[in-house]
C-alpha cells in the first residue's frame, strides 16, 4: 500500500513549492519597459524631499485623569514645604523601614536642596560600622531600644557632614520589629524613632502591635513599615515646632 493511501497524517508526502526566479529588472536596458516621465520623476523627489504633503491631523488632547495614586499625603508636603522654607538640611537612617521613609521625603518637588543622603542599617555591623552605634549597647539590648534609635539618628548626621560642607541640620532614624516573629525581646510593632538636630533631641516609642495578624505575616510587616513613616514624619514636624517655633 502506498503512503498515499494511509491513514497515518505523519507519513503523507510532503510538497515542496520552488519558487520562480525572476530576473531583476533593467529598465534602462530594457527597450520594452515603461518609461516614466521626467516630469512624474521630478514631482516624486519634490514630494520626498517636502515629506508628507498632508500632515496628519493633531490628536485631541487626552482628558486630565481624576486620580489620588501620586498625590504626595498632607503630613509629608507639610514637611517637605518647611524643611525647603526654614532650610534645614536632613540625613535619614533606618532599620526596619528598609528606605521608605527616605523615599517618602524624595517625593516632594525641589526636596533635593536640602535632603542629604539616607543609610539602611539592618544588620549590628552596619549599625556599628556605618552609625556609630556602640557594640556594647547592641550586645547588650539589642536593636530595639530608645539609645539605639538615638545613636542611630545622631551618627547619620554625621556621616552626611562632610568636611568642608555644611554641618546637617537633622538627623533622624527608625528601629523596630516588623514581625511576624519578636525581636530582641520586643514584640512585633515595637517601634522607635529617633531624631538628633539642631534644636534637640527626641525619641519617640510607639505600638503599633494592633496592626499585627498571625494569618496575614506579610501584610502585617507591611502596615508596620508604613505606619512608622507616617509616625516619623509627624513626630519630626512636631519637634521641628516645639524647638523651632514652626
Known sequence: MSDRNT??????PVEYWEAEVLEPINYEGDENAVRVSDEVVAAAEAER???????????????PVESEV??????????GDLLLRADLTIAVAESLTGGELAAELVRVP????????ATVAYQFAAKRELLGVEQSLLGAVGAVHPEVAQQMAAGVRRQFSFKHE?????GISTTGVAGPEPSDGSA?????????SIF???????????????????G??????IATVEAAIFNLLEHLAEFAGA
Request: aromatic share 4%.
Open 49 to 63: 524631499a517636502a515629506g508628507d504633503t498632508e500632515p496628519e491631523p493633531d490628536m485631541p488632547g487626552l482628558p
Open 220 to 225: 502585617s510587616r507591611h502596615r508596620i513599615r
Open 110 to 117: 525641589g526636596i533635593s536642596a536640602v535632603f542629604q543622603g
Open 166 to 170: 555644611r554641618e546637617v541640620d537633622i
Open 70 to 79: 501620586n498625590a504626595i499625603p498632607a503630613q509629608t508636603a507639610e514637611l
Open 200 to 218: 534637640g533631641d527626641r525619641v519617640v516609642e510607639l505600638d503599633f502591635g494592633n496592626l499585627v495578624r498571625a494569618d496575614d505575616p506579610i
Open 7 to 12: 491513514n497515518d497524517d505523519r507519513t503523507q
Open 188 to 196: 512585633p510593632g515595637r517601634v522607635f524613632i529617633g531624631i538628633d
